[in-house]
């Protein structure tokens, strides 16, 4: 392990260099990609350079007891050793937790996308309930969530929204939050007080890079059309929203939320690429192994990953068997919680394995 960490310091100093060098930024895209490279080798070398301080500070200590020393002295020196050594399984602990293997995808921005699932209007009003609570979430973190497209109901529910979300390791973040969510409450609608069960689906796709899909310009058919609201409301007179048709793979995306058809154009390639580059991963994803796919698996829209269960205030994540009462928190954004702990529970699967860079 440690001649991995050392390896890893070496590599952390020569990007450092390489930062100060007056050329670095010559290439912005490659500068871009080293100094988030930087930031990510950074607390891996912290936690390395304080482990070797430790165990330093441990060998001294013992040097100095293998001395003949004054009884007060030495009894100082076993208390400070005592300590040290109670340090270090600590700290081997934290270097295990940073040499796991990382998501290449955990620094990026993502793209959100809501849609309505079984249960009809109810199902639409979750939509937006979750909606909701992912944008309080995005600001408690000090994120931007940007919506980019949105199809509406007449009573307020969401069909579908599809939002941008840029920020610190959005990515690391909300990646456990696809799948299938459900719901088990009263709907508004409904007279008798009696509990229904609908459904809502969310996908969390990275945003993609250019570089990182290969995008023939003659493979996408854009059209444009004006831009409504719920019911034929809010029409726009000019036809600013677009619409994209990646005709190999027939990905069709649409943007309306801007007054213009070039910002529109825009926010949608920025979604078509990172549709296409999930798709890519998704593909790779199924040449895995069995238990490599159970992994993945932790993040695919088609599972029902939570319930929301109204009456009785009560949020299950049912993948890791967390239950938690506080609903009306956490549909007020409060996610980190249930957040950590899948994180947590990914890193012991992790070590369980033995995985390391």
């Not at 899909?213 to 444009?224: A, F, Y």
């Not at 299950?316 to 409060?334: A, F, P, V």
Request: aromatic letters at 6%; one cysteine or more.
């Amino acid at each position: 392990m440690l001649d991995k960490l050392a390896a890893v310091e070496n590599r952390y100093l020569e990007i450092s260099d390489m930062t100060t060098r007056p050329d670095f930024y010559d290439d912005p895209k490659q500068a871009a990609r080293l100094l988030r490279e930087q930031r990510e080798l950074e607390p891996v070398v912290e936690a390395y350079r304080a482990y070797i301080r430790e165990k330093q500070t441990v060998d001294d200590l013992l040097e100095m007891l293998s001395e003949p020393q004054e009884p007060e002295m030495k009894e100082l020196c076993q208390e400070e050793l005592n300590e040290a050594k109670g340090n270090l399984p600590k700290l081997e602990e934290r270097l295990k937790l940073l040499l796991l293997p990382k998501d290449p995808n955990d620094g990026k921005n993502v793209i959100l996308e809501l849609r309505a699932g079984v249960g009809g209007e109810e199902s639409a009003l979750f939509a937006h309930s979750l909606y909701r609570m992912y944008s309080m979430y995005a600001e408690k973190r000090g994120w931007t969530l940007e919506l980019t497209s949105l199809s509406d109901t007449e009573l307020g529910g969401i069909k579908e929204a599809i939002c941008m979300v840029s920020g610190a390791d959005v990515y690391s973040r909300l990646k456990f939050e696809s799948g299938v969510h459900r719901v088990q409450r009263v709907p508004e609608t409904e007279s008798g007080g009696r509990v229904h069960t609908s459904t809502a689906t969310v996908a969390v796709m990275p945003e993609a890079e250019d570089v990182e899909v290969e995008l023939d310009p003659k493979d996408i058919r854009m059209e444009v059309f004006r831009s409504s609201g719920a019911g034929g409301q809010h029409i726009n007179k000019t036809s600013s929203a677009v619409r994209l048709i990646h005709i190999p793979t027939n990905t069709v995306v649409e943007c309306q939320q801007e007054r213009s058809q070039v910002q529109n154009r825009e926010k949608a390639m920025r979604i078509l690429y990172s549709r296409l580059y999930q798709a890519q991963q998704e593909a790779q994803a199924a040449e895995l192994s069995a238990e490599k796919r159970s992994q993945v698996g932790m993040g695919m829209r088609n599972e029902k990953i939570r319930t929301y269960n109204f009456p009785q205030s009560r949020v299950t994540d049912h993948r890791i068997g967390l239950t938690l009462y506080k609903i009306n928190e956490i549909m007020d954004g409060d996610l980190d919680e249930i957040i950590d702990a899948l994180i947590a529970s990914h890193q012991a699967e992790q070590l369980r394995r033995g995985e390391t860079i």
